[in-house]
């Protein structure tokens, strides 16, 4: 007898970004450059520390309801999470039963495999096309539900709401997760123009990126009211107090930046097209992207050589050890001056 449960010991547990000492430009792990909206630091500075007594509200009802006014959708719509990957695992728990099949695509983001054999899940994996594209015809028949991040990670590359409606349409009894972490580099817009018409619509966004607030874990879902229902039902069963005071009056004040929002999300995509240009005037092969980080490489030298390298000289960027795409590395985006001496690097080391 052991005293750990099967489910522990065959767990996959999820590999993050490294965070090591003395890299002097971290471009690893898709973090912003710039600092939150002047509005979280303002209400940061007035937070009274003797309010950390109480409890925080459970039900994160004002930061839902400020989400839902910038968005202009209903409060019945809006589930609030510590980020987007607890509310990925809220879903998974709340939706699938266990051996149920999940589909998602072979080269994405590796929590959702992480989450399949978790909770007892058949992961079914399905290729990208030769162009490394999510084909949405692959999934119409799916006898499971099904998650996309879109723009997917790691390529950038992503969907528009047109490509992916006849999967909703094909499927209307399976739950679609749309992961849009990187949804304000791109269109801005995702599949909210589908959500009234579809009931089997999950979408799933994070602070992280966009909003420069990796380090306070904040996510929200939007989706018809009964999904979100069923989502606090299964949070008030896990984790009711999933929130704490700093990080519901902090992500009050960035919701409502949307200026800055619009702001730095242009800033980063300006930055990443001009990488990509320079990138390309030496020869890489580089993804399309539409988030806030490169997909690269140059054939004939390896991915672990170009992030050995970099690593060297204090740059830290990401491999993937992984069928395909072990010739790649993907880079995060960073300042200009940052990203200048990026190009100048992985320029020397790839001649």
């Known amino acids: 007898m052991t005293l750990y449960s099967r489910t522990v010991a065959d767990a996959e547990p999820y590999v993050p970004g490294e965070q090591p000492k003395g890299i002097r430009i971290k471009l690893n792990q898709n973090e912003s450059p710039y600092p939150p909206c002047p509005g979280v630091k303002a209400v940061l500075e007035t937070i009274n520390y003797e309010d950390f007594r109480l409890y925080p509200d459970t039900g994160a009802y004002e930061l839902r309801a400020a989400i839902a006014e910038t968005l202009g959708v209903s409060h019945d719509m809006i589930f609030a999470g510590g980020g987007s990957d607890e509310i990925l695992s809220f879903a998974f728990m709340a939706f699938f039963n266990g051996g149920d099949r999940v589909y998602y695509p072979d080269i994405t983001y590796g929590y959702y495999r992480v989450l399949a054999k978790l909770f007892g899940l058949e992961p079914r994996e399905i290729p990208l096309d030769a162009g490394f594209r999510i084909n949405v015809d692959d999934y119409l028949n799916a006898d499971g539900h099904i998650v996309f991040a879109n723009p997917n990670a790691p390529t ?10 006849p999967l909703l349409a094909a499927n209307p009894d399976r739950l679609f997760i749309s992961d849009e972490a990187y949804v304000h580099f791109s269109d801005g817009k995702g599949c909210e123009s589908l959500l009234n018409k ?3 619509l999950l979408i799933v966004r994070t602070y992280s990126k966009s909003y420069a607030m990796a380090g306070m874990r904040i996510g929200y879902a939007l989706g018809d009211p009964k999904l979100i229902n069923i989502l606090d039902r299964v949070k008030d069963s896990f984790n009711p107090y ?11 004040a960035a919701v409502r ?5 619009r702001d730095i999300s242009e800033r980063t995509a300006k930055t990443r097209n001009e990488t990509r240009e320079a990138l390309r005037r030496q020869d890489f092969e580089v993804f399309p992207s539409e988030t806030n980080f490169l997909f690269i490489r140059k054939r004939g030298i390896g991915g672990d050589f170009l992030y050995r390298q970099l690593n060297s000289a204090g740059i830290l960027v990401r491999h993937f050890n992984k069928p395909r795409i072990s010739e790649f590395i993907r880079v ?7 990203m200048g001496e990026f190009v100048k690097a992985i320029g020397g080391i790839a001649r």
């Open 156 to 165: 950038g590359i992503a969907l528009t709401a047109g490509e992916i409606e």
């Open 198 to 200: 579809y009931k089997n």
């Open 242 to 252: 999933n929130f704490d005071r700093v990080s519901l009056a902090a992500g009050i």
């Open 257 to 261: 930046g949307t200026d800055y929002l």
């Open 332 to 338: 995060s985006m960073g300042t200009p001056e940052e």
